[in-house]
């Protein structure tokens, strides 16, 4: 059964009404958890994750109308399923339910096979949803997924203030001639998992990877109150996770690897470029260019992290950090003031 | 008061669709909870609380639909429908006839329950 073990909260002020449906749902297979007011569901819903809601609307402290309404404001609960389970009188009151975002309505008292059926289709459409977020976030990161959910697609950008990060791995094409394609990929893909973790630790996006490159973007699309600081110490992490990286893989016997990794804040247009059939969400700018001159830069100056001016004053202090000669940055009128990370 | 005060076959359904041991376990729930709802309903149209009337009406109606008390379930509803402004409006007549209804349905469950 695909709802098998499903987890319903039944909320209804009416002891044996509450009894009734849990002892119904409870031999279908599910696990139930009882409240007896709105008040009491609200923050049962807000403190663990649920699959389906069962609302009663008559109810003293918070009625099931108020119930609806909150679930709607709730950027985590809104798509939750409810079923309305209800003796309350009037066509009326059973529009405004559905109108609230209710899926479903059964009048008391609850024919079991009826409602049998109405919780497995409710929990059937949830799968399918959950399956289609599973998917959105799979391939344009969470953030993305949320922004797309709550602000619908649209191609075009916004000009916001963000710190961009480029990253890559010093001397990768010598190292891919070294090794077998299978043991690149499997390099990669460590590469991948350790940097996508302290990225998104602090905040941050990948937007884009290619080949041992990877872009990430901190205060887009989601705003970040400190993004350069956030940046920054996901840096030093990436840094530290290399250096663990690296006792592996020369206690197996293979040459250590470097990142090299550019930082810069300012200004960026961020939005959906493409078509209206396939789309990637980006951010381009100045700020995005110095990001990628920054990290180039590394080889150069033989530092591993780079920062520029803008994302300096983000810090408070607390990160050791030493100024390198301003660089005449190709496309750049002035020169760039350039700061390192002291790491390692 | 010709009807039963028990509708056998509503109850005989609820017993194979929850279970005769469950259904004891729900009886004893109606027997506990109701004797609140009739002094809710009592006190409600004492302060002329029409919400809390209204309410409380609507929970003995739902509970006695539960066990096919039909009789009491109609009674219950008319309350919940006219509320406290009904013209006339509810007496201690009206009241007490419910109470009386809700006697019978009580009586009829003990009855069933320990059978």
Not at chain 1, 290 to 319: N, S, W, Y
Not at chain 2, 1 to 20: H, K, R, V
């Amino acid at each position: 059964m695909a709802e098998s073990g499903a987890r319903l909260l039944v909320v209804d002020d009416n002891k044996v009404n509450r009894l009734l449906l849990a002892r119904g749902l409870e031999m279908q297979g599910h696990r139930l958890a009882l409240a007896e007011n709105g008040r009491v569901a609200l923050a049962m819903l807000r403190s663990e994750p649920f699959d389906l809601l069962i609302l009663d609307i008559e109810m003293p402290e918070m009625d099931g109308f108020e119930v609806l309404e909150q679930l709607k404001t709730d950027r985590r609960l809104y798509d939750l399923p409810v079923i309305v389970t209800s003796s309350v009188e009037g066509l009326a009151n059973i529009v405004r339910c559905i109108e609230l975002g209710a899926e479903d309505y059964l009048s008391k008292p609850v024919n079991a096979v009826l409602l049998k059926a109405r919780v497995s289709a409710s929990l059937e459409k949830k799968r399918l949803r959950d399956q289609q977020k599973d998917l959105v976030r799979r391939f344009a990161t969470s953030e993305v997924a949320q922004d797309l959910q709550q602000s619908g697609f649209s191609l075009g950008g916004r000009r916001i203030t963000a710190t961009v990060m480029f990253s890559d791995i010093r001397g990768f094409t010598t190292l891919v001639e070294q090794q077998s394609p299978e043991e690149t990929i499997e390099l990669l893909n460590a590469y991948y998992a350790l940097m996508f973790d302290a990225i998104s630790g602090q905040g941050g996006v990948v937007n884009q990877m290619i080949g041992d490159g990877l872009m990430a973007i901190f205060g887009a699309p989601l705003p970040l109150a400190d993004h350069g600081a956030a940046a920054v110490r996901a840096a030093l992490e990436m840094t530290e996770m290399i250096e663990l990286l690296n006792a592996e893989r020369v206690a197996a016997g293979k040459p250590p690897i470097a990142i090299g990794i550019g930082i810069a804040t300012g200004e960026v247009v961020a939005g959906y470029t493409g078509t209206q059939a396939r789309a990637t969400y980006t951010c381009i700018g100045d700020t995005v260019n110095l990001a990628a001159r920054l990290e180039a830069h590394t080889k150069v100056a033989q530092h591993a992290v780079l920062i520029d001016g803008p994302t300096r004053a983000c810090l408070d202090g607390a990160v050791p950090i030493d100024a390198l000669e301003a660089v005449q940055f190709k496309g750049k009128a002035q020169p760039v003031e350039v700061f390192a990370l002291r790491v390692g | 008061m010709n009807q039963p005060a028990i509708d056998p076959t509503t109850y005989a359904e609820l017993q194979a669709t929850a279970g005769a041991d469950f259904v004891l376990e729900l009886v004893d729930a109606f027997l506990d909870e109701t004797p609140g709802m009739m002094s809710a309903l009592r006190s409600a149209r004492a302060t002329a609380d029409a919400a809390g009337f209204r309410r409380a009406a609507h929970s003995i109606k739902s509970n006695a639909n539960t066990f096919g008390a039909h009789t009491l379930a109609a009674m219950a509803r008319e309350f919940e429908l006219r509320g406290l402004d009904a013209d006339p409006p509810p007496d201690d007549a009206a009241i007490d006839a419910l109470q009386a209804e809700l006697d019978r349905a009580t009586a009829a469950l003990t009855g069933l329950r320990d059978g």
